[in-house]
C-alpha cells in the first residue's frame, strides 16, 4: 500500500548518510523538493546524514527559508557537512539560515560551503554571530559571492578568545574582499585567535597576484597558505 511504501521509504532514509539534490542531477530543486525535505528533518528521518549536499534550485531562496524553519524544530544530529551551491541564498536567506545554524540543529558540522549565492556583507554580518558559536567548524567556503570588508570584518571581530578555534580554511574568493580587510585579517593572526587557520583565499580576482596586504597573512602567521 502507499502508507507501507512511504514507511519503507522513510525507514531506508533512516540509514543514509549523504544526500546530494539538485543539479547534481541535471534537475535543479523545485519548492515540492525543499518541503520534503524540511519535512524529513522536522521529523528525525535523517539521524545519520553526514553530508547534504544541494546545488542549484529555481525558488528564489525560498527553499532555503524551508530549510531554515525545518532546522528550528528538528535537528541533523550527524551533519558534518552542509553545501548549499548556486540556490539564490541572498542576504534575507542568509539571516533566516543564521538563525538555524545552531549547536542544538547541527552539533558536529565542520564545512559550510554557501558559494555563488549572491550573499553580501549584511549577508555575512547576519551569519558571524552563528558561525563564531560553532565549535566543530573546520571550513567557510562563500567564494563568488558580494562579501566585502565589512563582512569578513564581522566574522573575525574582537573579541576572539574561543571563537572559531577549529576553523582551519576560509575562502572569500571572487567576491569583494579588498586590501583592507586582509589588513583586518592580519591584525588577527597576529595574536593567538584562530589557532588552527591554515589556508585562506580573499582575492577579488583568482587571476590576478597577490597584494601587499596578502603577503601581510604569511608574515603574521608564517604556515598560512594562500590560495
Known amino acids: 500500500s502507499g502508507r507501507q511504501t512511504k514507511g519503507s521509504l522513510i525507514a531506508r532514509l533512516r540509514n543514509v548518510d549523504s544526500l546530494e539534490l539538485g543539479s547534481h542531477h541535471d534537475k535543479p530543486l523545485t519548492l515540492a523538493h525543499w518541503r520534503g525535505l524540511g519535512t524529513l528533518i522536522r521529523c528525525?528521518?535523517?539521524p545519520n546524514l553526514i553530508a547534504l549536499l544541494i546545488e542549484g534550485d529555481d525558488c528564489g531562496g525560498e527553499g532555503v527559508h524551508m530549510l531554515a524553519a525545518a532546522l528550528h524544530h528538528g535537528v541533523l544530529p550527524s551533519l558534518v557537512v552542509l553545501a548549499l551551491t548556486s540556490t539564490q541564498i541572498g542576504d534575507q536567506a542568509a539571516a533566516a539560515l543564521a538563525s538555524a545554524l545552531t549547536k542544538r540543529a547541527v552539533p558536529y558540522i565542520q564545512m559550510l560551503q554557501l558559494s555563488e549565492n549572491q550573499i553580501g556583507d549584511v549577508g555575512l554580518v547576519a551569519l558571524a554571530p552563528a558561525l563564531r558559536q560553532l565549535p566543530t567548524l573546520t571550513g567557510l567556503r562563500m567564494c563568488s559571492n558580494l562579501i566585502g570588508d565589512r563582512g569578513l570584518a564581522a566574522l573575525i571581530a574582537q573579541p576572539m578568545t574561543g571563537v572559531l578555534e577549529s576553523l582551519e580554511i576560509?575562502?572569500?574568493?571572487?567576491?569583494?574582499?579588498?586590501?583592507?580587510g586582509c589588513v583586518t585579517l592580519a591584525s588577527v593572526l597576529r595574536t593567538e585567535a584562530l589557532p588552527?587557520?591554515?589556508?585562506?583565499?580573499?582575492?577579488?580576482?583568482?587571476?590576478?597576484?597577490?597584494?601587499q596586504a596578502h603577503l601581510e597573512l604569511i608574515e603574521a602567521r608564517e604556515d598560512l597558505d594562500l590560495v
Open 196 to 211: 588552527n587557520f591554515r589556508k585562506v583565499d580573499l582575492r577579488a580576482d583568482s587571476g590576478r597576484a597577490f597584494s
Open 44 to 46: 528525525g528521518s535523517l
Open 170 to 180: 576560509l575562502d572569500l574568493g571572487d567576491s569583494h574582499v579588498t586590501d583592507a
